[in-house]
């Protein structure tokens, strides 16, 4: 069987995405400390605004579309997001060397699925794992899930990856195929 992960059985159909609650994350961001102290529009902290780089390739009409709704609505909440537009082979030089702040990724992802590439924080530097992400038990439900031959066993232990994923929010996902 093929199709996308939410479709596969290590998904936990149990974990529901995050509404769209512009209003409940401005609340968040107040809660946190990032307000708009100088009334620039911006929100800041400690004299640093919220301002960030959003590196996407060029030549996708679909990504740029979408880091243009993604600017406007972070915009709305006092965010201020620049869009880098690459051409591919530059786009992928900076995300091999880190050389960005936030950036937009499409996975295709094998019906036998091994995540250890994308997710353990052995993969930080040399590895896939793009985001710097680093969580212990995500390595060690990884490794263990390795060596485990019993599907059932198997994909309960990528379900409580799954679980981890939703709440650490190492990567936003935005849809899949």
């Known amino acids: ?10 998904y936990d159909q149990n974990i529901k995405p995050w509404p769209f609650d512009p209003e409940a994350a401005k609340k968040l961001l107040d809660e946190a400390g990032w307000v708009d102290t100088d009334s620039d529009g911006i929100r800041d902290k400690d004299g640093a605004p919220f301002k960030f780089e959003f590196l996407i390739p060029s030549g996708s009409r679909e990504i740029e579309q979408m880091a243009t709704v993604y600017k ?17 082979a530059t786009f992928i030089e900076d995300l ?19 995540p250890y590439q994308v997710w353990h924080s052995s993969q930080t530097e040399k590895g896939s ?12 439900i990884l490794e263990q899930a390795r060596l485990e031959f019993d599907r ?7 379900r409580q990856w799954h679980a981890i994923l939703h709440e650490e ?5 935005l849809f899949n195929l």
Do not use: C, H
């Open 72 to 88: 406007e609505e972070l915009q709305r909440a006092g965010i201020d997001m620049t869009i880098r537009m690459l051409e591919w």
């Open 152 to 158: 059932d066993k198997r994909n309960a232990m990528y």
């Open 96 to 114: 091999t060397k880190r050389k960005f702040d936030a950036v937009t990724l499409r996975w295709a992802i094998p019906v036998d699925q091994d």
């Open 169 to 173: 929010q190492p990567y936003t996902f």
């Open 129 to 140: 794992n793009y985001p710097g992400f680093k969580n212990e038990e995500v390595d060690r």
């Open 1 to 10: 069987s093929g199709g996308a992960f939410s479709e596969s059985p290590e």
